[in-house]
């Protein structure tokens, strides 16, 4: 079956220090990886992509994801948090085919101590 | 940069009423979708829809649901018969081909009491 997985419900990091969030994906076909972010109350905004090509995807706002197809893993990284970071953070997995439904993980909250 | 606009941000509806909500999905788009989010869960797929067609849905897409691309700009969701499970915030999207990425709109707030 198809599935997202984010291991960290809730990550908290202090401002300036490097941000990893996890994902793992199961997913037959080729997948079409993203990452969303959510501020409270409000919609959800593209970060970045994952198509094919390079797997070192960058994205707004400092941003980047590495596809690594072995670990069915997409995991999004940030150099250095800055305290506006604060979010929830969605990975979505879709087809490269059809329809293209998005299946999300369940989410990451991110904290950001000053 | 072209949206996905949602209205209205926020209905409050009583149990057993109907309600419409309403999404204006990017022109030169073909693909379109609704999802849902209950408070503090993760964001589900609930109806896609091309060619003035239901291509996919849910489970929890049942008769109760219904949608409809009336004029070819508009994108409604329709809940017949509205639940306390119902409320969520349902996000709208769409995209414009089987490669592309979705933009989502912002999203309604349904509550239903």
């Known amino acids: 079956a198809q599935s997202v997985t984010q291991p960290d419900i809730h990550i908290t990091v202090s401002e300036g220090a490097s941000l990893e969030l996890r994902c793992n994906y199961s997913y037959g076909a080729t997948p079409y990886l993203f990452w969303y972010v959510q501020s409270p109350g409000q919609g959800l905004q593209l970060l970045l992509k994952y198509f094919s090509g390079d797997t070192l995807v960058q994205g707004i706002k400092g941003f980047e994801a590495e596809f690594k197809r072995s670990q069915s893993s997409f995991n999004l990284r940030k150099p250095s948090v800055h305290w506006s970071d604060a979010a929830e953070y969605f990975c979505a997995v879709g087809s490269s085919g059809g329809y293209n439904k998005l299946i999300f993980g369940a989410g990451t909250r991110l904290a950001v101590h000053p | 940069e072209p949206e996905v606009t949602q209205t209205p941000s926020h209905q409050v509806t009583q149990m057993g009423q109907e309600v419409i909500l309403r999404c204006v999905p990017i022109s030169n788009h073909l693909y379109f979708y609704w999802y849902r989010q209950i408070l503090g869960q993760k964001v589900e797929f609930l109806v896609s829809f091309y060619n003035n067609e239901i291509s996919e849905k849910s489970e929890i897409f049942d008769d109760q649901f219904s949608v409809e691309r009336p004029d070819g700009s508009n994108f409604t969701l329709k809940i017949r018969s509205t639940k306390l499970e119902d409320s969520a915030m349902y996000f709208c999207?769409?995209?414009?081909?089987?490669?592309?990425?979705?933009?989502f709109g912002s999203g309604t707030r349904l509550t239903v009491v």
């Open positions: 999207a769409s995209k414009i081909g089987t490669g592309g990425a979705y933009t």
